[in-house]
């Protein structure tokens, strides 16, 4: 079954990378949101989501990860170049900006699967439960 990313990013051709990626390896895009208010209207209608820090409306990043997993399950990596800011977010890890295709499909493998192959890019926080 083909698992369905969001990915919530503000820079297009930041956001259009991770398309690219996700697509390529056979994941779904179901949306690319740049704020808040498009990231909780599209959350009911994926399992993961990539999720930037800082975003059109502010760092909300934090916040539209925690109602996203809360309210719809959706397992969250960050990928950011404030990894600092997560706080308690509620999320698998995060990786840094910029960031490499390995490291993007290790995250989505996490996320799918519960189990990533070592990449030093990736930051494990959790384990996801699948």
Known sequence: MTKTAMIVED???????LERILVDAGYTVAAIAADRAGALTAAAQC?????DINLRDG???PEIAAAIARDHGVK???VTANPGQ???ADCLGY?????????????AQLATTGAAPPVSELVQLRTAIV
């Open 86 to 88: 997560i706080g308690d």
């Open 59 to 61: 760092p909300t990043g």
């Open 47 to 51: 399992d993961f989501a990539f999720v």
């Open 95 to 107: 990786i840094r900006k910029p960031f490499s295709d390995a490291a993007i499909l290790a995250a």
């Open 76 to 78: 969250v990596v960050f």
């Open 11 to 17: 820079e297009i051709f930041v956001a259009l990378d």
